[in-house]
T-cell receptor, first 109, second 117 residues
Framework: GQNIDQPTEMTATEGAIVQINCTYQ??????LFWYQQHAGEAPTFLSY??LDGLEEKGRFSSFLSRSKGYSYLLLKELQMKDSASYLC??????????WGAGTKLIIKP | DTEVTQTPKHLVMGMTNKKSLKCEQH?????MYWYKQKAKKPPELMFV???????INESVPSRFSPECPNSSLLNLHLHALQPEDSALYLC????????????????FGAGSRLTVL
């Protein structure tokens, strides 16, 4: 079967750095996405990785290791508005998106 | 316009009612999607339309009936729903030209929160 694993919930302090991990077992791989979803709102696209390595976009970075079936989202200089769920999703060999259950990130002052 | 607009934002219906959810985008995207999302769960794909034709139906019960009148609009018709169908229904769109490439980024609407009594 296909599976995406993420921690259910994480807590971090404003101004700090947090790393949200995602491991996957899928039938094929055609890219990995990170989306942010605030409570009651639409998921919004954060990043896309298809090759190994780190993609940096402002305060957010995403890393991929295809051999390990592993990715992480790194959030720096945390702000209260970063409190949200972070969804990892993998595109499989049929280009279908397989979603993780999401990680709820709580930012404390 | 870089948005996907969904109406209504909230809907309460009885099990015998007929209602519709609507979705609209003006980004020129040619693929549109319906997802269902339960609390603390990931989105579950229901339907995909490509160039206004139904391309994927993920074994969704017939009480959900999608419709794509044109390239900008997507409807989900609801009839004889069950309480377990209560969820957030998300519409999304993506550029058709990337449908079989990796970076086919979905743009989601804010969702319609459905409660079935």
């Amino acid at each position: 079967g296909q599976n995406i694993d993420q921690p259910t919930e994480m807590t971090a302090t404003e101004g700090a750095i947090v790393q949200i991990n995602c491991t996957y077992q899928t039938s094929g791989f055609n890219g990995l996405f990170w989306y942010q979803q605030h409570a009651g709102e639409a998921p919004t696209f954060l990043s896309y990785n298809v090759l190994d390595g780190l993609e940096e976009k402002g305060r957010f970075s995403s890393f991929l290791s295809r051999s390990k079936g592993y990715s992480y989202l790194l959030l720096k200089e945390l702000q209260m508005k970063d409190s949200a769920s972070y969804l990892c999703a993998v595109k499989d060999s049929n280009y279908q998106l397989i979603w993780g259950a999401g990680t709820k990130l709580i930012i404390k002052p | 316009d870089t948005e996907v607009t969904q109406t209504p934002k909230h809907l309460v219906m009885g099990m015998t009612n007929k209602k519709s959810l609507k979705c609209e985008q003006h980004m020129g995207h040619r693929a549109m999607y319906w997802y269902k999302q339960k609390a603390k769960k990931p989105p579950e794909l229901m339907f995909v339309y490509s160039y206004e034709k139904l391309s994927i139906n993920e074994s969704v019960p017939s009480r959900f009936s999608p419709e794509c009148p044109n390239s900008s609009l997507l409807n989900l018709h609801l009839h004889a729903l069950q309480p377990e169908d209560s969820a957030l229904y998300l519409c999304a769109s993506s550029p058709m030209t990337e449908i079989n490439s990796g970076a086919n980024v979905l743009t989601f609407g804010a969702g319609s929160r459905l409660t079935v009594l």
